[in-house]
């Protein structure tokens, strides 16, 4: 029902900041059960949670990239985006956006995943 939608581009250059943006249907962002993720993975690698915007758009983040991460959101568009500044190549990975069930790091709906390659 509920589905989830990544999109930005694919590629992107060292040092510049990559953002990609989830477009949420048949949910609400600003409901009050739900929080919405972004978490990644490399390959081989386990999944890495990033971080998460609360239904009144608090904001959270892995405490490892705190310093590089943005996340924020659109309620008209029913959209929220992950920015994620000054990337290096060991930022490769498929970017997941997904919706949180209570703040616990459990998650019902998820996206896709978009591949994000940082190269020059």
């Known amino acids: 029902q509920v589905q989830l939608q990544e999109s930005g581009p694919g590629l992107v250059k060292p040092s510049q900041t990559l953002s990609l943006t989830c477009t949420v249907s048949?949910?609400?962002?600003?409901?009050?059960?739900?929080?919405w993720s972004w978490i990644r993975q490399s390959p081989g690698k386990a999944l890495e949670w990033m971080g998460v915007i609360a239904d009144d758009g608090s904001t959270y983040y892995s405490p490892s990239l705190k310093s590089r991460t943005s996340i924020t959101r659109d309620t008209s568009k029913n959209q929220f985006s992950l920015h994620l500044s000054s990337v290096t190549p060991e930022d490769t990975a498929v970017y997941y956006c997904?919706?949180?069930?209570?703040?616990?790091?459990?998650?019902?709906?998820w996206g896709q995943g978009t591949q994000v390659t940082v190269s020059s």
């Open positions: 997904a919706r949180d069930l209570g703040g616990d790091y459990v998650y019902d709906y």
């Open positions: 048949g949910g609400s962002i600003t409901s009050s059960n739900y929080a």
